[in-house]
C-alpha cells in the first residue's frame, strides 16, 4: 500500500518546469520570430555546423528528442522563411540534411543571446547558470533523462 502524496509529485513538478519554461522562452523569442520549438532545431544545428556536423533530419530529431514528423514539419517552415535549407542525402536518398542559411545565422545569433537571458533570469532562484545548485539540477535533470523508461528485461 502506498502512502498517499502530502504535496506535488517530481513529474508534476517537472511538468509545470516545462511548460513555465517554454512559455518564457516563446515570449522571449516572439519579437526575434521564432517558437521555443523551431528555435530548439536552429541553435541545434548552429552548434552541430560550427562542429562540421550537417545532420538529417532523423539525427536533429534524435538529438532534440523531437518527434521525427514534428522536425519534418518544422525543417519545411523553416525553409519556407528562409531560414534553413533542406538537401537530399547523395549517399541515402530518403534523408535529408539540413543546414541554417546565412539569414537562419543570424536570426539564430540574435536568438541565442535572447535565450541566454532569460536562462540567466530563469536559474537565479538557484544561484544563476554557473552556481553549483545549477550544476547540480543539471546533472539530475541528465541522470533522468538517461536512464530507458523500461527497466532491463520488459517492462
Known sequence: ???ASTGPTPGFLVWR???KWRVAVDRALAPVGLTHAQYSLMATLH??????VRPSQR???DHTGLEALYVSK???ALEADGLIERVRDAADSRAVR?????RGRDVTGRAVVVVQDLIGKLL???GGPDSDRT???????TALLDAPLDPPGGP
Request: neutral net charge; aromatic residues 0%.
Open 1 to 3: 500500500m502506498s502512502k
Open 17 to 19: 518546469l516545462s511548460m
Open 47 to 52: 552548434g552541430l555546423d560550427r562542429s562540421g
Open 59 to 61: 539525427e536533429l530529431a
Open 74 to 76: 518544422l525543417a519545411r
Open 98 to 102: 539540413l543546414s541554417l542559411t546565412e
Open 124 to 126: 537565479a532562484p538557484l
Open 135 to 141: 550544476a547540480a539540477l543539471v546533472r539530475d535533470l
